[in-house]
């Protein structure tokens, strides 16, 4: 587990611009609940959540369409949230970071680690709103 005063800026820069933090399995659940879209980031300390991840979703979001909610679990922190996340998103295989958008609880779109890692943020922006747009 990583400490806080480590993790605290990273959660930030998703928290700042609209991101709820789901800390448990029941939060995970709940939120997956509601109707609409909801985007999920497994948020990471790695270099590519730093300098792809974050900023291509944040960027994401100036768009349009964008999900009814968005909502972060920070992945070697929040290890309930995260697990259970991770269980929505099968038959993908755990990664961090990623990224999934479902529609009314389905799984409808996912970004993976090797499909952020070595990508421009600006890149995984367009993926996502793409996705915005055929979804929200």
């Known amino acids: ?13 998703l928290t700042n611009v609209g991101f709820d933090e789901l800390f448990n399995a ?3 659940d709940a939120a997956l609940s509601k109707p609409g879209t909801t985007l ?11 300098a792809n991840a974050r900023p291509g979703v944040i960027e994401s979001l100036k768009n349009d369409k964008r999900p009814t ?4 679990v920070f992945a ?3 290890k309930e949230a995260v697990n259970k996340a991770r269980e929505h998103m ?3 295989p755990p990664s961090s970071p990623c990224m999934a958008l479902f529609k009314d609880g389905e ?6 680690r090797h499909h952020i890692e070595g990508r421009p943020a600006e890149l995984i922006s367009e993926n996502l709103k793409d996705a915005y747009n055929e979804h929200c």
């Open 76 to 78: 070697g922190v929040d």
């Open 40 to 50: 999920i980031v497994v948020n990471s300390v790695c270099g590519c959540a730093a």
């Open 69 to 72: 909610q968005s909502v972060t």
């Open 26 to 28: 029941e939060a995970v």
């Open 107 to 112: 799984l409808v779109h996912m970004l993976e």
């Open 90 to 92: 099968i038959p993908f």
């Open 1 to 13: 587990m990583y400490p806080a005063e480590l993790v605290k800026p990273m959660r930030e820069q």
